[in-house]
T-cell receptor, first 113, second 114 residues
Framework: SQQGEEDPQALSIQEGENATMNCSYKTSINNLQWYRQNSGRGLVHLILIRSNEREKHSGRLRVTLDTSKKSSSLLITASRAADTASYFCATETRRGSNYKLTFGKGTLLTVNP | DAGVIQSPRHEVTEMGQEVTLRCKPISGHDYLFWYRQTMMRGLELLIYFNNNVPIDDSGMPEDRFSAKMPNASFSTLKIQPSEPRDSAVYFC????????????FGPGTRLLVL
């Protein structure tokens, strides 16, 4: 399986509800990032959390990181129809002396009005 | 800043033809990345450059794919000859200093090879 795997693959909720997406990874990381992708568009960076941080907030977003469990979660509170998108976690992986971001396959979030 | 610019936005070509995708990164960014996104494989890193120098091309599928960055403001990804399995959305992204810092994505080029 991939370095970063999101769970669930798809999530459908009603407007106003909270949405929680999870990401698990395998190797040690320096940071973990969450991105959003609207249909037919490029990815947009949401938030970055470093390995020495446990929780981070940005507006209606809350990200947690548990390095002992190699997992992260993204919580979107008071969801809106405009939050409908795919959400990806990205982790830094290392190949020799080279680093790269590895993206999971994403969680498709649908927020119904 | 206009963000990362990619052209064309859509490309339809026939198998065997050469395809060239273009990217202009955000000014001042040291890193440029080429990704490919498909339903089956998700988002895959093909190659990335640091200060115009290719650093890691281990994701390039085969010799039919090549990428260049002749200067800090322009990069190309070329497929020659193209095959139907190359159909995907190709994204270019750039980041300021480090590979693992925030990456800024372009709108993508949707490629269909018939």
């Amino acid at each position: 399986s991939q370095q970063g795997e999101e769970d669930p693959q798809a999530l459908s909720i009603q407007e106003g509800e909270n949405a929680t997406m999870n990401c698990s990874y395998k190797t040690s990381i320096n940071n973990l990032q969450w991105y959003r992708q609207n249909s037919g568009r490029g990815l947009v960076h949401l938030i970055l959390i470093r390995s020495n941080e446990r929780e981070k907030h940005s507006g209606r977003l809350r990200v947690t990181l548990d390095t002992s469990k190699k997992s992260s979660s993204l919580l979107i509170t008071a969801s809106r129809a405009a939050d409908t998108a795919s959400y990806f976690c990205a982790t830094e992986t290392r190949r020799g002396s080279n680093y790269k971001l590895t993206f999971g396959k994403g969680t498709l979030l649908t927020v119904n009005p | 800043d206009a963000g990362v610019i990619q052209s064309p936005r859509h490309e339809v070509t026939e198998m065997g033809q050469e395809v060239t995708l273009r990217c202009k990164p955000i000014s001042g960014h040291d890193y440029l990345f080429w990704y490919r996104q498909t339903m089956m494989r998700g988002l895959e890193l093909l190659i990335y450059f640091n200060n115009n120098v290719p650093i890691d091309d281990s994701g390039m599928p085969e010799d039919r794919f090549s990428a260049k960055m002749p200067n800090a403001s322009f990069s190309t990804l070329k497929i020659q000859p193209s095959e139907p399995r190359d159909s995907a959305v190709y994204f270019c992204a750039s980041s300021l200093r480090l590979v693992s810092e925030t990456q800024y994505f372009g709108p993508g080029t949707r490629l269909l090879v018939l």
